[in-house]
């Protein structure tokens, strides 16, 4: 059986904790793929200790040296797309073509902040003095924490450690404990490219113990976070003593708002992909469907039928459309908000089960569920399922519309159906979320592209694209004197 260790100043460690977490595939728990040791605080703060050794010698590689590492990594990953993409499939169970989907945006992002080595620029600046001038440089922070979730087990903490690396900085990574697998994995490529030792270092263990540690470590100058919206507050709450740059992606609960003047079909197969792809495992999942009554009852027949007709399985059975909830307690938190629904009254119109069937016997798959006459004051309007579970909220118009899908703490992701350039404006306009899709899916997103949310979705600054590097420098300004004078009047 494999174990999983972790990374500490270049060496593979074994945790002193003697436990370990079975690492299982939630497709079919027979299937068990290892263990992972579980560290201890005092290995979680020896990484973090030689994060910290490591820090000068990499700051003052050039940046573009650093790049290489990271263009020698995205071709890596290119050349191991199919092995992490399996692996991704196994250990957290979407299907396989997501799982490709994932590796591809990860190398994507590796690929372009590769490029971003050669550009981390400053501003000149004229001054009100004569024979004097400024600039800027961009400065890495020094250790950065990253701790991340298992819904994107590959992309996500490639997506913080490229940058961050980029950047100059040195890295403590947390994945989550129920996919070490795929950390174990990125972390031995990310060595292979050329990642010095101490550079990048994996700590596995519990966030309550090794997380901890990493947030209130005084080592540790900045921490990005992707998680649930309970643990980045909590983080928040201890981080903002420290006073340190914070960066976290949180739940959502994100809104298609579907206007009668939409091409139903459209809006149909989009929302069905936004709430069922990924099992519903997506930050970005579509949870309502805000429709106008006018349209409403053609799109429940049709997003009815479209959830029936979806085929379960196994994410390595190259035919399954989706794939099981990734552990028997997020299997039942989706059961029990099923339960909740209906104590609430909502109306169950399909799903709402275990799925059963030939393959399905060992996994937590839940079938499609689709619940009508859902309203803004119910447990499953306003919280995070996480699971392949949608609502139907119908309102009277697009007033309402807004007014349904702006009522919540959650602001990630939307979308809205609809062929009105007026409408569509003013949807854009109004929303209250950091991403919106006009015609297509409220989930996805590009390497280049600046991806987050607002409300209780998102704290600091956004992730990729080039802002994603403000997230990992801070601005250092420089004052030039040419005249070599002593100076009078006024200085401030
Ligand atoms: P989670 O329970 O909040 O855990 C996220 C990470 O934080 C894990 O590594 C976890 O470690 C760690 N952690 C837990 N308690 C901690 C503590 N007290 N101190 C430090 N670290 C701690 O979230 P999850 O269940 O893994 O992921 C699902 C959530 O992520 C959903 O809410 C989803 O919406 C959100 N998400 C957001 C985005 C986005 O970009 N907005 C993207 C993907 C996912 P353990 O695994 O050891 O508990």
């Not at 739940?251 to 990924?278: M, Q, R, W, Y």
């Amino acid at each position: 059986m494999q174990v999983f260790r972790s990374l500490i100043a270049g060496k593979w460690v074994d945790s002193a904790s003697g436990k370990g977490l079975p690492n299982i595939n939630p497709a079919n728990t027979d299937d068990v793929i290892g263990e992972a040791q579980l560290c201890t605080r005092e290995e979680a703060r020896k990484a973090v200790e030689a994060a910290f050794d490591a820090f000068k010698a990499w700051k003052q590689t050039p940046a573009p040296a650093r790049g290489r590492i990271l263009t020698l990594m995205s071709r890596l990953m290119e050349k191991h797309k199919e092995e992490l993409a399996q692996m991704i499939t196994r250990e957290e169970g979407k299907v396989i073509s997501e799982a490709r989907g994932e590796v591809q945006r990860a190398t994507n992002v590796v690929e372009f902040c590769a490029g971003e080595t050669r550009r981390l620029n400053g501003e000149t600046i004229p001054s009100e003095l004569p024979s004097n001038w400024a600039y800027t440089i961009r400065e890495p922070h020094g250790v950065v924490g990253i701790i991340t979730p298992w819904n994107f087990p590959v992309a996500i903490p490639v997506w913080k450690i490229a940058p961050a690396l980029a950047a100059g900085n040195t890295v403590v990574f947390k994945p989550a404990s129920n996919t070490p697998a795929t950390a174990v994995r990125i972390v031995e490529l990310f060595k292979e490219a050329g990642v010095p030792d101490g550079v990048l270092n994996l700590v596995i263990g519990s966030g309550g113990e090794v997380g901890d540690e990493i947030v209130n470590h005084p080592a540790v100058r900045a921490v990005s976070f992707t998680g649930s919206t309970e643990i980045g507050l909590k983080m928040y709450g201890e981080i903002a003593k420290r006073g340190i740059p914070f960066q976290a992606e949180m739940g959502g609960k994100n809104p298609v708002v579907v206007l009668p003047d939409c091409d139903i079909d459209l809006a149909v197969e989009h929302t069905a992909a936004g709430a069922f792809g990924s099992t519903g495992q997506r930050c970005t999942a579509s949870s309502r469907a805000v429709v106008v009554d006018t349209i409403a009852d053609a799109f429940v027949e049709r997003i009815v039928a479209r959830a029936k007709a979806y085929r379960l399985g196994p994410g390595a059975d190259e035919t399954s459309e989706i794939g099981p909830s990734v552990d028997e307690s997020q299997f039942n938190t989706v059961l029990k908000y099923v339960d909740i629904g209906r104590e609430d009254g909502a109306t169950l119109l399909c799903g709402g089960n275990r799925a059963t069937g030939d393959g399905l016997e060992n996994g937590f798959f839940v079938e499609p569920t689709v619940f009508d006459h859902v309203t803004p004051d119910m447990r499953i309007a306003r919280e995070e399922i996480f699971g392949p579970v949608l609502g139907i909220m119908r309102v009277k118009d697009l007033d309402e519309a807004m007014a349904v899908a702006n009522d919540t703490e959650y602001g990630l992701s939307s979308s809205i159906f609809s062929n009105d350039y007026n409408s569509i404006t003013r949807f854009v306009n109004e929303i209250e979320s950091g991403m919106t899709h006009i015609n297509s899916p409220t989930t996805g997103g590009e390497a280049h592209i600046p991806f987050g949310g607002i409300k209780g979705s998102g704290i600091g600054p956004r992730e990729q694209g080039s802002v994603a590097l403000d997230f990992y420098s801070g601005m250092k300004v420089v004052y030039v004197d040419h005249t070599g004078r002593k100076r009078g009047g006024n200085l401030y």
